[in-house]
């Protein structure tokens, strides 16, 4: 029997099938492959390094996402540097990083962007009401990736031989179902954009076998209820008037041409790499560390040496163990 | 690591680490069975001693405060060794600065919790710090009860022991943690806070074949689980579907990004009873109760949870949280 290789794409997939234990119910020959949707996961060490020394200066308050805290830089996470006197304060919505903006206007307020098209729209938002509060404090490190970009890699990769995508709903609500047709027609790979309840992946993944047996490669919407073909045009129009396509370093998959977000000009006042001038070094993944190809799909978790002995989620030494919605924890936890 | 962080206090790995750490340093058999409260042998009498300290933020929150809680808490710890809770202490830590008004409505909250538990406040302490020292207001309660009968209610778990619980999970953590960071949903969410001695006594009532009861407070119903299996050298098993979680508690905990079976309780107690004594115990813990799964002794130490969709996964321990001061 052909084995069938399937790739969820998000992170939060990833943790909603190590939750319900999905892998196991599969028939044999299906693999679930854990693909890059992890924004923790695949910002590169450097951007860390560079919030951290951010973050480490007295007039600075970072604020940034519970998942950035605790990942590792050259010299510790934001937790680290929160330990040792930083101010760093997690923030459930971006909108709360302007509010401390607002409030402490002596201060610099920092806010640490990452994410996909889910969660660039609403830093995109505070940008733009923040130059309407004519605030000079506020500022936002562009961390952020583009879903499509990576996904053209991964369906183009010869070592990976995916045979369809799991697609991640929430992104989709933002980008609409129309820009997957370009993977699904160019590398005849089945997409199907999926929702996170245990029957809407089952779901997906029985839609992904299904176009596989008949040969086709199509786009198809199982997470109706919130997304359309359309997407929310007006969040996309936030984002392009904020950003624009830029090149960008993925932890583990390299330089992806036109996959992060720049600062268009008329908001650079608003980039926190302008406003700060820290270099760090070049940075590389720690000795031993499997998570550039976990990233990537070609090896899983458990191949790595570290997985369970040196790397855990309390002392985490690659991205994937860090992050709440990474491969390495998801299997470390989930088992 | 050698600086103490909010990890330390989530009720997860890290709090275990630090408790064994200073446990070794006072070990004695009465400590080391590591209940809820201790059990004392003081004259012909058996006593059940707890004591515990409450830093909740914000101090006021749907369905309870500071004080209430400082009082449930107690309570329940010394319940849940089977005891029959009479006395606490009251010791409050206060910061310069906090209303006078808003003392009398904890005092008076206090005075309320007390009153329906049936307890007495007998002894108590009031330390001002300087601003900045604390955080409004900070309250130590120790509570002292009496075992009667012959009950023996411990941290070791029976082999095909049914595991029973008196309600929906992740109530108070999610309440709390809605107001605390201003999320802004609007929500009918409230605390679970609440005594549970008058529904411990009618379990005991009910049965004699009560091995175990715990309140899953910090860390949430799995790390009591995890601890128990861990107690009793036994697996356990619990099947998601039967855990009882409302619906908007469900929902809040999926937007942020919660597991229900990690978020603190303050009403809540899992009661671990021959098979054949459980439709008796759930008649006695309410008409929330449910049957939530069965101690085994296969997968030792471990907590395996059936998932919805029919297949099974380890249920671990809390490794960390990013919900910090819960209780």
């Not at chain 2, 009465?30 to 101090?59: C, G, H, N, Q």
């Not at chain 2, 861990?230 to 908007?248: C, T």
Request: glycine share 10%; charged share 25%.
């Amino acid at each position: 029997m052909k084995k069938i290789n399937l790739m969820e794409v998000c992170g939060t997939h990833t943790m909603a099938i190590a939750r319900s234990g999905l892998k196991k119910l599969l028939p044999k020959g299906v693999e679930l492959i854990s693909g890059p949707g992890c924004p923790v996961c695949v910002t590169p060490q450097e951007d860390i390094d560079r919030a951290v020394k951010i973050a480490r200066r007295e007039d600075v308050i970072m604020t940034t996402f519970g998942d950035m805290m605790r990942v590792p830089g050259a010299s510790g996470s934001l937790e680290d540097a929160a330990r040792d006197g930083a101010d760093v304060r997690v923030v459930f919505s971006p909108m709360d990083s302007l509010e401390t903006a607002e409030k402490h206007p002596g201060k610099k307020v920092v806010f640490m962007g990452v994410g996909f098209e889910t969660t660039s729209p609403t830093v995109a938002a505070t940008v733009i009401e923040a130059r309407k509060r004519k605030l000079k404090n506020y500022f936002v490190i562009p961390g952020f990736k583009l879903l499509f970009p990576a996904l053209e890699l991964l369906a183009g990769s010869e070592k990976l031989k995916i045979d369809g995508f799991i697609c991640p709903g929430h992104v989709s609500v933002i980008t609409g179902s129309v820009p997957y047709r370009e993977v699904a027609d160019r590398y005849r790979v089945p997409c199907v954009i999926t929702g996170f309840e245990d029957a809407d992946i089952l779901k997906g993944i029985s839609r992904l076998l299904r176009q596989i047996s008949a040969g086709k490669s199509e786009v198809e919407i199982e997470y109706r209820r919130a997304v359309t073909e359309k997407g929310n045009p007006r969040a996309r129009r936030l984002l392009d008037e904020v950003f624009r396509p830029a090149d960008s370093a993925w932890r583990g998959l390299g330089n992806i041409r036109s996959s992060g977000l720049r600062f268009r000009k008329e908001y650079s006042s608003f980039d926190a790499g302008k406003a700060f001038k820290v270099k760090v070094p070049r940075a590389s993944l720690p000795k031993g560390c499997l998570c550039g190809d976990v990233l990537q799909g070609y090896r899983s978790p458990k191949d790595c040496k570290l997985f369970t002995k040196k790397c855990t989620p309390e002392n985490p030494i690659g991205p994937c163990m860090v992050s709440s919605e990474g491969a390495c924890a998801a299997v470390y936890k989930y088992g | 690591m050698d600086k103490i962080t909010l990890a330390h206090g989530n009720g997860g790995k890290l709090m275990h680490e630090l408790i064994e750490r200073l446990r070794l340093k006072f070990s004695s058999r009465i400590l080391d069975e590591m209940a809820d409260a201790a059990e004392l042998r003081v004259a012909k009498s058996r006593i059940a001693f707890s004591t515990d300290s409450y830093v909740v933020k914000p101090i006021f929150f749907p369905g309870g405060d500071i004080g209430k809680l400082a009082v449930c808490g107690t309570v329940n710890d010394v319940s849940m060794k089977g005891a029959r809770p009479l006395f606490i202490s009251l010791a409050l830590v206060l910061e310069e600065g906090l209303e006078i008004g808003v003392l009398d409505r904890i005092a008076d909250s206090v005075r309320k919790a007390a009153r329906k538990a049936k307890v007495q406040v007998v002894t108590g302490d009031i330390k001002v710090v300087e601003k900045g020292a604390a955080d409004g207001i900070f309250i130590n309660t120790s509570g002292i009860g009496v075992i009667e009968g012959r009950a023996s209610i411990g941290v070791r778990a029976r082999p095909g022991d049914v595991i029973l619980i008196n309600g929906p999970v992740a109530d108070h953590g999610m309440a709390v943690l809605n107001v605390r960071e201003n999320l802004g949903f609007r929500s009918s969410i409230k605390s679970d806070c609440d005594n549970l001695n008058f529904q411990v006594e009618r379990c005991l009532k009910a049965s004699k074949n009560i091995s175990v009861m715990r309140d899953p407070t910090r860390g949430g119903l799995a790390t009591a689980l995890n601890e128990i299996a861990a107690s009793s050298n036994l697996g356990i098993e619990v099947n998601e579907k039967d855990i009882p979680v409302r619906r908007s508690v469900k929902h809040l905990c999926d937007i942020l990004g919660f597991d229900p079976l990690y978020v603190a309780n303050e009403g809540k107690f899992v009661c671990f009873v021959k098979a054949k004594d459980a439709p008796g115990v759930k008649k006695a813990m309410g008409p929330s109760a449910r049957v939530i799964g069965e101690v085994t002794t296969g997968h030792k130490k471990e907590v395996r949870l059936r998932t919805s969709v029919g297949s099974s996964r380890i249920l671990p321990t809390l490794l960390s949280t990013p919900l910090p001061r819960i209780c």
